[in-house]
């Protein structure tokens, strides 16, 4: 098992920055990658931000790229989301979730809230 702790998030008026910090512990050597979801009032989880633990393989949803950035560190485990520009339009539910090797994204994290006010 794969136990997942976001944190990071918050309130912040609109163009300003937070940055969101998803833990990883456990059998952490059974995902290859990392992924970021959000999920609105209202609306279906959406994909956010992915990246590969060797950090070669990076993906975002079109409505962050160049705002949103995905990082990770190996070495502590945590994967991050710096998030620039924001909009009202980004308020969601976060979550941090790890991909196995079968594709699918397996572990959950519980979310953190973003709330970007106009």
């Known amino acids: 098992q794969v136990q997942l702790v976001e944190s990071g998030g918050g309130l912040v008026q609109a163009g300003g920055s937070l940055r969101l910090s998803c833990a990883a512990s456990?059998?952490?050597?059974?995902?290859?990658?990392m992924g970021w979801f959000r999920q609105a009032p209202g609306k279906e989880r959406e994909f956010v931000a992915s990246?590969?633990?060797?950090?070669?393989?990076?993906g975002y949803t079109g409505s962050v790229k160049g705002r949103f950035i995905i990082a990770r560190d190996n070495a502590k485990n945590t994967v991050y989301l710096r998030m620039n520009s924001l909009k009202p339009e980004d308020t969601a539910v976060y979550y941090c979730?790890?991909?196995?090797?079968?594709?699918?994204?397996?572990?959950w994290g519980q979310g953190t809230q973003v709330t970007v006010s106009s």
């Open positions: 990246i590969t633990w060797d950090g070669n393989t990076i």
């Open positions: 979730a790890g991909r196995t090797t079968s594709g699918e994204y397996v572990y």
């Open positions: 456990g059998r952490t050597a059974s995902t290859y990658a």
